[in-house]
């Protein structure tokens, strides 16, 4: 096994040396052959006892079969024998020198069953002209520091660290190879080619997907089970889907189907999925086809959906699988629903993994259900509340006619998302946020008519080692002579202003402020948070211009392990209401 790795030290050497400068030294240089537009240098094939370089030059091929046991390393050159040296000005054969600046591109190829990796070095054409034979490789080279691969980011060639360790959450489209370091591959990275290191270990998060082979020398691989989701995601992409939910309306829903998602396949990706909700007693479907018509750092989609479906407009405030939790456990369901049936079809473009601009089209019929209070929970020891039963009976009288199935809801919809957070489960710094506009007209042979602005943008920012900062600002503007009741703005509880009733507020323009100051405790999985909210909701027909009270509280809590938060808040005027408890399940617990 040393044997081993010391070839392989010694080829990734050669690696690491393609994008440092040549040195001066009193060989003749290399001759490149000028028949095509790229040059092959040389191939280096290595395996268990023996590696073998195959040189091109003008007119012939050199071949050296050099022992592993000839291969020595000292002062960070590599000496294959007596008669190859690597360094970091490029590689020396008997009578040639290859510049590391003249290497182009590197091929890789690994077989771990037989134990043999091929490399192969490329040369840009010197007849291509003087701006192609300069133009940078590919491939991303590390000396001696530790390198990451953002989100964000996507590498065209392939990733190579001497002496240092590599963790990937982006796309490499070549290999990643480290020697005498980790390899990290998160679970949003997509590497095409193989994951190797040498001395080394190699960890594979969940969600990571790793098309070529993955070797590691110093320790096994964290997570085997890679192995077959990467025949799934790269090579298959076919997969069994299905979805639970439980809320006070359907009960227990079950939906179950399959989906198919290749990101190289020029097909489209589609999911179908039908079920049953037991309480409600109504068939639910969904069918989704997404066409992906531009690749690259630019992708451009387009698609729709099909689809009956138990629908919330409470999604922003709390997850659908923290919310059946809590109505699993102790009979508290925070949303209000309706049901959709209908079509939506769209086109999309992400720009850098961080922005994304989507404008469709929506046609949807909706129902009203009613909510079931006796249904089963774990602990719970009271009913569950009735659809929509902070909106006062009135109002709630005259809107019930909203979600007659007659009634259709037509309307162009424009959405922008920023996520820039470093980790979507912890994030310590970054943006997020979104912008919805959504223009119903009773032209479009809709029976609603109105105009929707609603806008979100949160910052996580760290203060220090131990202290950091959560600010979310958000602003919500519509008018029109027919609103349905699920497009109205609600303030108050959970997601809010948290000090007060759930949805005690209802209106047709917002603003909210918030913010949470939050300490980490060094060497403790508990970590203490003051919280404020504040905000400002204006009834239909009037303006926050207008005047109108401002709505404020303050929290206190503590996160544990940073999956559970558990907090209380008082609101902030003279009412003389009690303090409000709350525990949340955090993303980072799912």
């Known amino acids: 096994m040393k044997k081993i790795m010391t070839i392989a030290t010694c080829a990734i050497s050669m690696l690491v040396a393609a994008n440092v400068l040549a040195a001066e030294l009193p060989y003749k240089k290399y001759e490149r052959d000028d028949r095509a537009s790229e040059i092959k240098l040389f191939e280096l094939t290595l395996s ?65 069953n037989a134990g043999i990796t091929h490399l192969t070095y490329y040369a840009a054409d010197s007849t291509q002209g003087q701006a192609t034979r300069k133009r940078r490789s590919a491939d991303r080279l590390n000396f001696g520091w530790p390198m990451v691969i953002d989100n964000d980011q996507f590498i065209r060639g392939s990733v190579i660290s001497f002496f240092g360790d590599i963790n990937v959450d982006g796309e490499v489209n070549g290999s990643v190879i480290a020697v005498n370091g980790n390899i990290l ?62 809320n006070r309306v359907d009960g227990a829903s079950l939906m179950a189907g ?42 451009v989609q387009i698609g729709g959906e099909a689809y009956r479906l138990l629908k919330s407009d409470d999604d922003k405030v709390i997850g659908e699988t923290e919310n059946a939790i809590f109505a699993l456990f102790f009979n508290e369901d925070w949303k209000d629903y ?58 709630l009288m005259t809107h019930r006619v909203d979600f007659d199935s007659e009634n259709v809801v037509t309307s162009l919809q424009l959405k922008y998302t920023l996520d820039s957070r470093d980790d979507e489960k912890h994030p310590k710094r970054g943006w997020l946020g979104f912008a919805t506009y959504e223009y119903s007209p009773q032209r479009w042979k809709g029976d609603f008519d109105f105009k929707r602005l609603e806008a979100r943008l949160g910052r996580y920012q760290p203060l220090g ?61 508990f970590r203490p948070f003051i919280q ?52 949340r399940f955090m993303a980072s617990a799912f």
Not at 264 to 289: T, V
């Open 48 to 112: 268990r006892d023996v590696w073998k370089f195959a040189v091109f030059t003008v007119g012939h091929e050199v071949i050296y079969n050099i022992p592993v046991a000839d291969a020595k390393i000292k002062a960070k050159t590599v000496r294959c024998g007596e008669q190859i040296k690597i360094d970091s000005g490029g590689v020396e054969f008997p009578g040639y020198f290859i510049p590391a600046k003249d290497i182009r591109r590197i091929e890789s190829e690994s077989d771990a």
């Open 185 to 246: 591959i998160g679970d949003s990275a997509v590497v095409r080619g193989d994951v190797v290191s040498v001395y080394g270990a190699v960890k594979l998060a969940k969600g990571g997907s790793v098309y070529g082979v993955v070797m590691a020398s110093g320790e096994k691989v964290t997570a085997r089970r890679q192995w077959a989701r990467r025949w799934k995601k790269a090579e298959n992409g076919f997969s069994l889907a299905g979805t639970f939910s439980y």
């Open 258 to 299: 399959v989906q198919y998602d290749h990101i190289d396949s020029i097909l489209p990706s589609f999911r179908a999925l039908g079920g049953y909700a037991f309480a409600s007693k109504r068939w639910r479907y969904n069918l989704e086809l997404t066409q992906t018509v531009v690749r690259g750092k630019y992708p």
């Open 338 to 395: 309706y049901e959709a049936e209908g079509a939506y079809g769209f086109a999309r473009v992400n720009i850098l993994r961080v922005h994304t601009f989507e404008v469709g089209y929506l046609a949807e019929q909706q129902r009203w259900l009613n909510g079931h209070p006796l249904l089963w929970s774990l602990f719970g020891t009271k009913d569950f509340r009735d659809n929509f039963s902070s909106v006062p009976y009135a109002t």
């Open 465 to 525: 080692r131990y202290l950091s900062i959560h600010l979310t600002g958000a602003y919500g503007y519509e008018e029109g002579s027919r609103i349905p009741l699920n497009r109205y703005f609600y303030l108050g509880g959970l997601g809010t202003i948290h000090g007060y009733r759930h949805k005690e507020f209802m209106g047709t323009e917002y603003l909210l402020l918030s913010g949470d100051y939050m300490i980490d405790i060094p060497h403790s999985d």
């Open 532 to 583: 404020f909210d504040g905000g400002k909701i204006a009834p239909e027909g009037n303006r926050l211009s207008g005047g109108g009270s401002w709505y404020s509280s303050i929290g206190f809590g503590v996160d544990f392990q940073k999956s559970i938060r558990l907090f209380v808040a008082k609101r902030l005027d003279k009412s003389g209401k009690d303090p409000v408890f709350y525990a």
